[in-house]
């Protein structure tokens, strides 16, 4: 008689979402962001424009999946603030 592995049983994780027009007065931009997580732990981070899209996927059940969203997001945000203080500069 062979043992039954038990599955493992995979969290069930509240609902996120949240989208954005990133430059909403705006005639000439459709920029947006759109941030979820699904009930199943899989998380989407997407932003686009006119031009195209990019999006990071990433399963929250999983423990490097997470951590690797979350290197993706500290380091989009820093250079994102670095860049904003640059374009600031840059305003008479």
Not at 10 to 23: G, R, Y
Not at 38 to 62: A, M, P, Q, V
Request: hydrophobic share 35%; with cysteine.
């Amino acid at each position: 008689m062979a043992k039954d592995k038990k599955k493992k049983k995979k969290k069930e994780h509240v609902p996120f979402s949240k989208k954005i027009f990133l430059a909403p007065e705006s005639h000439t931009s459709m920029s947006a962001i759109h941030a979820k997580i699904r009930k199943d732990g899989t998380s989407e981070l997407r932003l686009s424009d006119c031009n195209g899209s990019i999006r990071w996927l990433n399963d929250l059940n999983e423990q490097d999946q997470a951590r690797e969203m979350l290197t993706k997001l500290d380091s989009a945000m820093s250079i994102i603030l670095e860049f904003r203080k640059e374009v600031a500069l840059k305003i008479p």
